[in-house]
């Protein structure tokens, strides 16, 4: 399956079609096939899921984490039809960045070296950095894309140089690395700077600061759609793979950055409640919600793993939705700010039952995958610490708050007058879109058993 699916995707990079609209339909169907075969083997076979060979490893979490890699590129597509597609902004070359981030990440969930993971992982960066540069809103998007090289790559330097240092064999430079595991402090040392790429990635509150709302704020919507939904899940992964590859489990460590992720995830929180760009509130609560990804992980227990590998499919799929919903709304009002597009129950009220659906499932609610995660990873994390169940408490008391400020905002009071319900309609495509978003978010809950065992 995992090779049938890489090959596919090859196909839809290496033969484009003639012209612009035929090569769009026939990559963007590419991948609507690839998505939902994804989706059928992980919805029948998840508990079966293992395949190992020389190169290619395929887990139960790697396939999870493929199949919502498929979903989200052809969510993408869908989402960039009437802004790239109608308008012509070079829908060919557009098209090929999707499905060639698709196929790199796609290498990155599913190869067993941690050589050949780092350079996936940072050859992920070039495709999205081109859609920033290349299909961005403002100048700006400029100093966006260098914020996101800088930090991620930066921070990724300490892991090769240690990666490097433990694939020596028969030289001093690994009976060195050896003797510093040996002590406790060099020990956590090693495994604080091992882990730093990934937790710049996911991100950890501290190092989210200028590279994440800024690469949001100024990236299309195919662009927050693969930032939030998939490459952040990038840092949770490799926290994973990390760990499981080396066998870190110094107890400092894992108490030192569960404490920070969870403050951090409260202080973001409450700047949620702050903001008036409606894209920077969406991506400072995705390192609200990616704190408890982190502190479900560093848990050490199955449970917390469980929980983390739920809460990254749930927040990939709910905060792409949120990032097409302030697309939606930027293209009626042609402005990101919270409080501008008022009213919006009464110029579009089709689409009010999906800001409602998705902003209640980003508290989260009931019948979505999200509140089960949830659910599951609280537990995990009080067992782990009791002192943080306060910090819990407050970080749920405030996301039902900001989330609640969305809906409120955007879809009552007086509707603004430069909005024209007439002109400034979404089409029926956004309706299908916000369908296939949501649907997955219920239905996974179907597979819960299975990822549970």
Sequence with gaps: MLKTTLLMNLTLIVFP????????????WGLALGAFLSMFNVFFNFSSIK????????????????????????????????????????????????VLLNFVL????????????????????????????????QPERLQAGMYMMLYTVTASLPFLAILFLKNMSLNKHLLLINKMVLLPWTYSLVMLFSLLAFMVKLPVYSMHLWWLPKAHVEAPVAGSMILAGI????????????????????????????????????????IC???????????????????????SVFSLSSWGWSAALMMMISHGLVSSSMFCLSNMAYESVQSRSVLIPKGLLTATPAFTIWWFLFCTANIP???????????????????????????????????????????????????????????????????KLFFLHFVPLVLLTLTLPKIMV
């Design 273 to 295: 409640l702050r903001q008036t760009d409606l894209k920077s509130l969406i991506a400072y609560s995705s390192v609200a919600h990616m704190s408890f990804v982190l502190a």
């Design 365 to 431: 609610t009931p019948p979505t995958i999200s509140l089960m995660s949830e659910i599951i990873a609280i537990p995990a994390i009080i067992q782990f610490s009791s002192s943080l169940t306060l910090i819990i408490a407050i970080m749920g008391m405030l996301s039902a708050a900001y989330n609640l400020f969305v809906f409120t905002s955007t879809q009552h009071g007086m509707l603004n007058k430069t909005i024209n319900p007439t002109s400034s309609l979404p089409n029926k495509m956004y309706q």
């Design 231 to 270: 490459l952040l899940k990038l840092g949770g992964f490799g926290l994973m793979q990390t760990m499981t590859f080396y066998s870190f489990t110094s107890n400092f460590v894992c108490s030192f950055l569960t404490s920070m992720a969870m403050w951090g995830g409260m202080i973001t929180s409450m």
């Design 106 to 137: 796609l290498l990155t969930f599913s190869t067993t070296s941690m050589l050949w993971f780092y350079i996936f992982f940072e050859m992920s960066l070039l495709p999205t950095l081109l859609l920033i540069l290349g299909w961005g809103y």
């Design 17 to 28: 079609m003639k012209s612009n609209k035929t090569t769009w339909f026939f990559r963007l």
């Design 51 to 98: 395949m190992t060979s020389y190169f290619f490893s395929l887990t139960p979490t790697s396939a999870a984490l493929m199949t919502l890699t498929w979903w989200i590129s052809f969510l993408m597509m869908i989402a960039s039809h009437k802004t790239i597609l109608l308008t012509n902004k070079s829908p060919k070359t557009f098209s090929l960045m999707v």
